[in-house]
C-alpha cells in the first residue's frame, strides 16, 4: 500500500510538472513602446500611427498583429471603431518588430478618447497571458476643414427594367471622385428594395463589386471618373411580382470617409414579373421529371429528360436563389437518370437550369 501512494503521489508531481511546463511554453504578446501615436487627430483626417509588438512568451508566435481602434473608453469592445491593423512576421521569444499604419480617423464629434492598441485582436495566438495585449492611449479629436474624398454616381443604367422572378438584369453607370484627394478602393452594392432608400438591414443583397481607387479632382475641375458595370444581377425566384428598384450603393459598409455621404445611392426602377417558365421546348414536347421535389438534404436530385425533339445530350445547372451554381451534370436523353449531390448545400430553394442548343427548362427545388 505504502509503495503504490508513494508511486501516485510521484505521478502527480509528474503530472503537474508536465501540465505547468506545457502551460509557459507558449508565445506571449504584448504592445509595447516606442509608440508614435498623436495627442489629438483631426475628424476625417488621416494620420500615421506605430507601435511594437513583443512576444515575452517561451515559444515562437506565427500571427504578430497589432490592431488599432478608436474608443470613447479605455475598454476595448465591440462598439470601438476598427482603424487598421498590421502584422509582422515570426517572432522568437524575446523578438519584437514594429507595426505600423496610416488610418483615416471617422468623422465624430469633436472630444475626448481613447487609442486602443491591441496585439492579436483576433485571438489567432494562443498565449500564456491573454489578460495584457491591450494599451490605451489617451486622444483629442478635433473638428475642421479636412480635404477627403466624394464618390457620385452618374447615368446608372439598367439592361432590363422588367424581367422575371428569378430573371438577371445588369447596371452599367459612371462614377466620379468630386472630392480633392483620392478615394481608395472601394465596393459598390447592389440590392433588391421596395422603396428608393438603402436598407441594409430590409433591402436584399443582389451582388457586390470592387471599383478601384479614383484619384481627386485637380485645380477647378468637377471630379475624376471612371466606370463600373454588374452584367449579371439575379432576382430571387421566390420574389412576389410587383414593382421594385434597384438601389445602387458605393461603400455600402461605410469603409470610405467622404466628405458627402448622402449621395452614395441611386434608385432604378425595377418590375418584377411572373417566375421563369420553361422555353425552347414545348411543354408537351419536353417531359422533364425531377425527383424528389422537395428533396430532404443528403439525397440526391434525380432529373431525367425525354423528348422526341431533342437530339443530344443537355447540361443541368442548380443554382441558388442568387443565381449563384452550386451544383451540375449532364442530362442524357432518355431513361437514364442523373443524379445531382446535395451534400455540401444547405435548405432552402435552388433553381434546376436544364439548357441546351435552343432549349432551356427552369425549374424551383426545395431542398429540405
Request: hydrophobic share 40%; with cysteine; glycine share 10%.
Amino acid at each position: 500500500m505504502m509503495k503504490t501512494l508513494l508511486l501516485l503521489a510521484f505521478w502527480a508531481v509528474l503530472s503537474g510538472l508536465s501540465v505547468s511546463a506545457q502551460g509557459q511554453n507558449q508565445p506571449d504578446l504584448v504592445v509595447v513602446g516606442p509608440f508614435a501615436t498623436p495627442a489629438s487627430a483631426l475628424a476625417g483626417g488621416s494620420v500615421y500611427m506605430s507601435a511594437n509588438i513583443k512576444n515575452q512568451g517561451t515559444n515562437g508566435s506565427q500571427f504578430n498583429c497589432i490592431g488599432y481602434y478608436l474608443s470613447a473608453d479605455a475598454t476595448w469592445d465591440a462598439t470601438d471603431t476598427f482603424l487598421g491593423t498590421t502584422c509582422q512576421s515570426l517572432l522568437f521569444p524575446g523578438q519584437s518588430g514594429t507595426c505600423a499604419v496610416t488610418a483615416r480617423f471617422p468623422l465624430v464629434p469633436a472630444g475626448s478618447y481613447q487609442l486602443v492598441l491591441v496585439a492579436d485582436p483576433l485571438n489567432a495566438e494562443r498565449e500564456s497571458d491573454e489578460t495584457n495585449n491591450v494599451v490605451t492611449i489617451p486622444l483629442s479629436i478635433t473638428t475642421g476643414t479636412v480635404a477627403l474624398p466624394d464618390l457620385e454616381l452618374w447615368r446608372p443604367s439598367l439592361s432590363f427594367g422588367t424581367l422575371p422572378a428569378g430573371g438577371s438584369t445588369g447596371v452599367f453607370s459612371f462614377i466620379y471622385n468630386r472630392g480633392p484627394v483620392g478615394a481608395a478602393a472601394h465596393e459598390i452594392g447592389f440590392y433588391l428594395s421596395v422603396d428608393t432608400v438603402f436598407s441594409a438591414a430590409s433591402d436584399v443583397l443582389l451582388g457586390t463589386i470592387t471599383n478601384g481607387s479614383i484619384a481627386g479632382a485637380i485645380g477647378g475641375s468637377t471630379g475624376v471618373g471612371t466606370v463600373f458595370s454588374a452584367p449579371v444581377l439575379t432576382v430571387p425566384a421566390s420574389t412576389a411580382p410587383g414593382n421594385y428598384y434597384l438601389v445602387v450603393m458605393i461603400d455600402p459598409r461605410n469603409m470610405l470617409v467622404e466628405s458627402n455621404e448622402n449621395n452614395n445611392s441611386r434608385a432604378l426602377a425595377l418590375r418584377v414579373t411572373g417566375s421563369i417558365t420553361a422555353t425552347g421546348l414545348a411543354a408537351s414536347d419536353a417531359s422533364l421529371e425531377v425527383q424528389p421535389n422537395p428533396v430532404e438534404r443528403g439525397a440526391p436530385i434525380l432529373v431525367k429528360l425525354s423528348s422526341p425533339n431533342a437530339t443530344q445530350p443537355l447540361t443541368s445547372i442548380l443554382t441558388d436563389a442568387l443565381g449563384r451554381p452550386v451544383a451540375g451534370t449532364s442530362v442524357l436523353v432518355g431513361t437514364t437518370w442523373a443524379r445531382i449531390e446535395t451534400t455540401q448545400l444547405p435548405a432552402g430553394l435552388y433553381l434546376l437550369h436544364v439548357a441546351g442548343t435552343g432549349q432551356q427548362m427552369v425549374r424551383r427545388i426545395v431542398v429540405q
